[in-house]
């Protein structure tokens, strides 16, 4: 079963920048929309931002527009999270994942998922 990989993640401090990667092998990804979500310590999983198979559709959970940006590769098979200004509650385990659905904020819609990647920002 394909398996989505996610990268970038690490340890910044407040007002610092990341951009994390996840890469979906195979030709799916092209017909995929791909969203980011993260889960802090104690808390629910939270839908960030996702961005439309073809790339003319994007949504953002409010308390990160502005801040972060969606994007995806098609020729690399990659989506991009790019995270500016980033603060201490934004420290959390980072999520990609895939869907064929048209839905974007529900993680239920959600077929394939990446294993995580840990986003820690301190002051």
């Known amino acids: 079963q394909v398996q989505l990989r996610e990268s970038g993640g690490g340890m910044v401090q407040a007002g610092d920048s990341l951009r994390l990667s996840c890469s979906y092998p195979?030709?799916?990804?092209?017909?995929?929309?791909m969203g980011w979500f993260r889960q802090a310590p104690g808390k629910e999983l939270d839908f960030i931002a996702a961005?439309?198979?073809?790339?003319?559709?994007?949504e953002y959970k409010d308390f990160v527009v502005d801040r972060f940006t969606i994007s995806r590769n098609s020729a690399k098979n990659t989506v991009f999270l790019q995270m500016n200004s980033l603060k201490l509650e934004d420290t959390a385990v980072y999520y990609c994942?895939?869907?064929?659905?048209?839905?974007?904020?529900?993680?239920?819609?959600?077929?394939?998922w990446g294993q995580g990647t840990q986003v820690t920002v301190s002051s």
């Open positions: 994942a895939a869907t064929f659905a048209s839905v974007f904020r529900t993680p239920d819609k959600y077929e394939i």
């Open positions: 195979g030709r799916a990804f092209e017909l995929a929309s």
């Open positions: 961005i439309s198979w073809n790339g003319e559709r994007t």
